[in-house]
């Protein structure tokens, strides 16, 4: 009896060969995994879109923080000029101070907004109830100027593509960005 159930065993298992997969397998497999990539693709715009907005938040403030330190730094006036229209931003040391670049002024940039991303708010006011300036930026002249205390002057540099807005408010006394971000209300980041 033994033997023969040694027999059956090995006769059930030289019948388990492995012998690959069907092409109806296979076909099923890629099917599942296209349903599944077309339902995962609405959030992966989204998600692509949050992060080129904050890609270009901390490319702002990044030039805003550099040009205070500059100002600090060398005993010279530094200053953050926004171009709305054309979607650009620049920075320079004013050495002389009379508020325009000049020969021999060190210039970082100029910068581009991301594809997608202009200045301006889908907000209908401020974070603190202000109005929002019909190019985004409520900077005299669109401009940030640092002295070499830190300090600068007051104003808030909006940022919008189609789903959000972001709002940097400098601080005039310290002279450091403050970020919000506007998706049905304002609320504070980081």
């Not at 949050?50 to 200053?79: T, W």
């Not at 709305?84 to 210039?107: H, M, Q, T, V």
């Not at 789903?163 to 450091?176: D, K």
């Amino acid at each position: 009896m033994t033997f023969h159930l040694c027999l059956f065993f090995m006769e059930v298992v030289a019948y388990m060969e492995p012998r690959g997969f069907s092409l109806m397998e296979l076909m099923i497999v890629v099917v599942i995994i296209a349903v599944m990539s077309i339902m995962a693709l609405p959030g992966w715009g989204g998600f692509l879109s949050k992060k080129a907005m904050e890609h270009q938040r901390d490319m702002i403030v990044g030039l805003l923080n550099d040009a205070r330190f500059s100002a600090m730094k060398h005993g010279y006036v530094c200053r953050v000029v926004f171009l709305p229209g054309e979607r650009k931003y620049y920075c320079f040391e004013d050495n002389n101070a009379n508020g325009s670049r000049d020969a021999g002024e060190i210039l970082s940039g100029p910068y581009g907004l991301e594809g997608g991303i202009e200045f301006g708010s889908l907000a209908p006011d401020g974070p603190n109830g202000t109005r929002i300036p019909g190019d985004g930026v409520s900077f005299v002249n669109n401009r940030v100027s640092f002295s070499p205390m830190g300090c600068s002057n007051a104003g808030t540099i909006y940022i919008r593509d189609k789903n959000t807005s972001i709002a940097l408010r400098v601080l005039p006394a310290a002279g450091t960005p403050l970020c919000f971000r506007y998706m049905g209300s304002w609320r504070r980041e980081g």
